[in-house]
């Protein structure tokens, strides 16, 4: 029987994950399935209750990544921490949650050539956002700025701050006045906002655009026309691809894959711009 996997979220129809996806089961001999599939806000459990014996994983995006702890025998300490699940590894009838999202942002920082961070900016409040406080924990930053529409609806970022000992202050969104050692983006592509970051920002100041489609965003575009340094949301999806396809193969994110820089160039390869 073919294993089947998807990415499910909503909208779905952009998303790249298939691509790289079947690009790497392609480089390591695997006669696997994978698709995207439009799940919309409140419909993750159903959809779950449906599946049958040949799926093996799910790639969650937006909106679902809060959805699925119910529905989970355990998660990794990093969904946990997070309260985002974006992997679902399915053995029989038992269901396993990872987060491979923080690991992804610390990595595609680091092709970018970003190992340590002192202060971020966040835009944006949904789950993402959570796992973006965590890398930037990682790498060093003590302190963050949480930029939002709506701040009663972020209080959790604010719990997760303390937990991770970097104080996180809610603002308005609106562009930053002094530049932080990074802005990371979490907004969905194509969002209309009017946050204009002052050159000097801009310059000094990492960009990570999460949202890869279209591309560049606008904000992108900004940082690129003052030879600001801008983290590619689709290194972000590679990289945290590639942990994904660890989990689907052995059960974990953590074991390597066979020839793994193989598989890794042909993931990029796939969606190289």
């Known amino acids: 029987m073919t294993a089947r996997l998807a990415v499910l979220g909503s909208p779905i129809g952009h998303s790249r994950s298939p691509l790289l996806h079947r690009a790497a089961y392609d480089a390591l001999g ?3 399935r994978y698709d995207a599939i439009e799940v919309r806000a409140g419909g993750l459990a159903e959809f779950v209750a ?46 396993w949650g990872f987060n ?71 603002a308005p969104l609106v562009a930053d006045e002094h530049a932080p050692s990074a802005v990371v983006s979490t907004l969905p592509g194509g969002a209309p906002h009017e946050l204009a ?31 600001g340094t801008v983290v590619d949301g689709l290194d972000m999806l590679v990289e945290q691809a590639l942990l994904q396809v660890r989990a689907f193969v052995d059960w974990t994110p953590e074991s390597p894959l066979p020839d793994e820089s193989r598989v890794l160039a042909a993931m990029r ?4 711009r």
Request: charged residues 20%.
């Open 100 to 170: 491979t999202d923080v690991d992804g942002i610390v990595r595609a920082f680091a092709r970018s050539g970003v190992s340590a961070l002192d202060s971020v900016t966040v835009l944006g409040g949904g789950a993402t956002a959570a796992s973006v406080l965590v890398a930037a924990q990682r790498l060093g930053a003590t302190r963050a700025i949480v930029r939002v529409r709506d701040a009663t609806r972020a209080g959790d970022l604010v719990a997760l701050g303390g937990r991770l000992g970097v104080p996180v202050a809610l």
């Open 197 to 227: 970051f002052a050159p000097e920002v801009r310059a000094a100041s990492v960009l990570l655009e999460v949202a890869y489609d279209p591309w560049p965003s606008a904000l992108a575009a900004s940082w690129l026309e003052v030879g």
């Open 269 to 272: 390869a796939s969606v190289a």
């Open 30 to 32: 695997l006669d696997w």
């Open 50 to 95: 449906g599946l049958d014996g040949s799926w093996r994983g799910l790639s969650l995006t937006m909106p679902l990544k809060r959805e699925a702890r119910p529905l989970l025998d355990a998660i990794d300490g990093v969904a946990e921490l997070t309260g985002a699940v974006n992997t679902v590894v399915i053995d029989g009838r038992r269901r």
